[in-house]
């Protein structure tokens, strides 16, 4: 924003972007002239236990048993933690094959309707790496948020920024 001058600006993020999004708001809210979300995702611990422990697992029954193959059963008590030791791992082969099957399940099952041609864009090697790194960084990290409910309770922070979900 700076760089290019812009003194405030409409701030748009849908799924990890809409936690980004309203981060950003909550921390610079006079920056912001609107908010435009789409499928919303708070970061918050339940939200990402569903998401990669139990529950989505119920709806992509199917996606799940390509998600788990690179996790050890002794390991999938925490499938978070043991995908982000595998795709930091020192053996390029086990970052590889984790990134994968991260990538392939987030891009398999974030969208009500499987859209091939994300999943086909995900099976980019170079691209998944760097996605499951991100993702799983901040995944057992809570976003590096102060606690698991920063973002509602700074809600706030930006109740006058006109805002469209």
Known sequence: REHLK?????????SWGSTLSLAYSETHPDRVKALVLRGI????REELLF????GSSFLFPDAWEDF???IPKV????LMSAYNRRVTSEDPAVRLEAAMAWTKWEMTTSN???DEAKVKGGEDPKFAEAFARIETHYFVNGGFMRNDQQLLEDVHKIKNIPCTI
């Open 112 to 114: 009500l309707y499987i």
């Open 6 to 14: 812009v003194d405030k600006w409409v701030v748009f993020g849908g």
């Open 75 to 78: 390991e999938r008590h925490d």
């Open 51 to 54: 998401f990669y422990q139990h």
């Open 68 to 70: 788990l193959k690179p």
């Open 41 to 44: 995702f708070m970061l918050r």
